[in-house]
T-cell receptor
Framework: NAGVTQTPKFQVLKTGQSMTLQCAQD?????MYWYRQDPGMGLRLIYY???????DKGEVPNGYNVSRLNKREFSLRLESAAPSQTSVYFC????????????FGSGTRLTVV | SQQGEEDPQALSIQEGENATMNCSYK?????LQWYRQNSGRGLVHLIL?????REKHSGRLRVTLDTSKKSSSLLITASRAADTASYFC??????????FGTGTRLQVFP
């Protein structure tokens, strides 16, 4: 089992460029999440999708959009990248929203210059 | 604002010693979970304790939960160098999503 797969693993963007981070899970999980991790800040929730067809804002949604393409895939889009969005991004999934352990991807390290 | 705060922020011990890290949170919870993160990797789920449970074991891990004090502790017994990692608590606060703390960095020296 691959679990949660994120692409790309590394990306450098110029300010103002756009990009989409891809996430796919093969565990038939209902819920999917996007977090960002910054030094000393722990993980902060950007957006989540409790089930296919639904998405909701988390703690830090500004500057991001998401698409739950199907049950397997949940993408995160930066429309106009800013240096403040330099971070490590993690996708996660779970069987039940919030009520079970999450499975995390290996992360995307994004640098905006 | 962070729901969970781990203490200490960093901990250094020798192999064979026990490591204890604590987590405090602010609001009522459904459950509390602990995760490990090795450097440069994603988080790995270690253990989940529900609000009606007081203690749970998994191998060398022991987790306690005191809902009256809104706190939890993670004990790793007989630590190994391979336990070197960051450890995060995460709370399920009836809002369909986990909120993570800022983590404890554990260094285990051989």
């Amino acid at each position: 089992n691959a679990g949660v797969t994120q692409t790309p693993k590394f990306q450098v963007l110029k300010t103002g460029q756009s990009m989409t981070l891809q996430c796919a899970q093969d565990m038939n999980h209902n819920s999917m999440y996007w977090y960002r991790q910054d030094p000393g800040m722990g993980l902060r929730l950007i957006y989540y999708s409790a089930s296919e067809g639904t998405t909701d804002k988390g703690e830090v949604p500004n500057g991001y959009n998401v698409s739950r393409l199907n049950k397997r895939e949940f993408s995160l889009r930066l429309e106009s990248a800013a240096p403040s969005q330099t971070s490590v991004y993690f996708c996660a999934s779970s069987v039940l929203q919030g009520g079970d352990g999450y499975t995390f991807g290996s992360g995307t390290r994004l640098t905006v210059v | 604002s962070q729901q969970g705060e781990e203490d200490p922020q960093a901990l250094s011990i020798q192999e064979g010693e026990n490591a204890t890290m604590n987590c405090s949170y602010k609001t009522s919870i459904n459950n509390l979970q602990w995760y490990r993160q090795n450097s440069g990797r994603g988080l790995v789920h270690l253990i989940l304790i529900r609000s009606n449970e007081r203690e749970k074991h998994s191998g060398r891990l022991r987790v306690t939960l005191d809902t009256s004090k809104k706190s939890s502790s993670l004990l790793i017994t007989a630590s190994r160098a391979a336990d070197t990692a960051s450890y995060f608590c995460a709370t399920d606060t009836h809002t369909d999503k986990l909120i993570f703390g800022t983590g404890t960095r554990l260094q285990v020296f051989p």
